[in-house]
């Protein structure tokens, strides 16, 4: 059964969605069924490519959408909403250590 | 923020010698380092490695962005190299990589770095620019194909 889940994220971390972010953000969304959207409220970019994530310039503060269809919809939403949100510091550790 | 203002044209790169990562990130160090006074090869080599050690910067299409932080430099910059047989990058797609864009940036860039970043990925996410940097014949060339998409988006 495909549903669709949307919700508003918003960027906490400093530096903003960097690449390194960026990565992690793709590599997970890669890891779902349900296909992922990112939007900043002027477009829509698939949440598997680097590059797209990346040319939102998404800096500290800004609010992204994220809009899954699928069957996992749900958890996708919520682990990839989760990446978003994270400090600087919590960046630095998840690949750092 | 225009690519061209912070593009290094001398240190662009027709074609690599097909090598390792490792050679890339040398090969491209190398040739800024010879023209931008700031740099300097070695070190700006273990900045990129540092880098590329917590995260591969091939993030696919082809592309990698190699990048890093560089203390005393008093601006952004940027050069570019292509590898027409591809280079084992560990991308995050596993593909080949061709299209090398190297950023480095100064300790304290603020949000200029991101911008940076988002500028050149939006070049590189349209397959009309990859193909023509794939064209290219001449380093010239690959510079004319940066000047016309920074003055097109």
Redesign the interface.
């Known amino acids: 059964m495909n549903e669709t889940v949307e919700r508003e994220f918003t960027i906490r971390s400093e ?6 972010p ?3 953000f ?2 997970m969304a890669g890891r779902f069924e349900s296909e992922i959207s990112v939007g900043n409220g002027r477009e829509w970019v698939d949440g598997r ?4 994530l ?6 500290r503060g800004v609010e992204l959408r994220i809009r899954a269809t699928g069957a996992d919809a749900d958890e996708a939403v919520a682990v990839l909403g989760a990446l978003l949100e994270r400090s600087h510091a919590e960046i630095e550790r998840s ?2 250590g | 923020m225009k690519i061209m203002d912070i593009l290094v044209n001398d240190a662009v790169i027709l074609n690599l010698g097909v090598g390792s990562k490792r050679e890339v990130l040398a090969e491209m160090a190398g040739a800024l380092a010879k023209v931008e006074p700031q740099i300097e090869a070695d070190r700006l080599l273990e900045v990129l490695q540092e880098r590329e050690a917590l995260q591969s910067t091939g993030i696919g299409d082809g592309v990698a962005i190699p990048h890093g932080k560089m203390a005393g430099l008093d601006r952004l910059v940027a050069s570019f190299a292509r590898s027409p047989e591809g280079v084992d990058f560990e991308s995050i797609d596993r593909q080949a990589t061709h299209h090398f864009f190297l950023l480095v940036v100064p300790e304290h860039s603020g949000g200029q770095y991101l911008k940076a970043l988002a500028r050149i990925s939006r070049f590189f996410r349209d397959a009309a620019f990859r193909q023509q940097l794939t064209n290219a014949e001449t380093q010239g060339d690959i510079i004319r194909a940066i000047a016309e998409e920074d003055t097109r988006l």
């Open positions: 530096l903003g969605l960097h690449a390194r960026a990565g992690e793709a590599v490519s680097v590059l797209s990346l040319s939102l310039a998404a800096g690949t750092a």
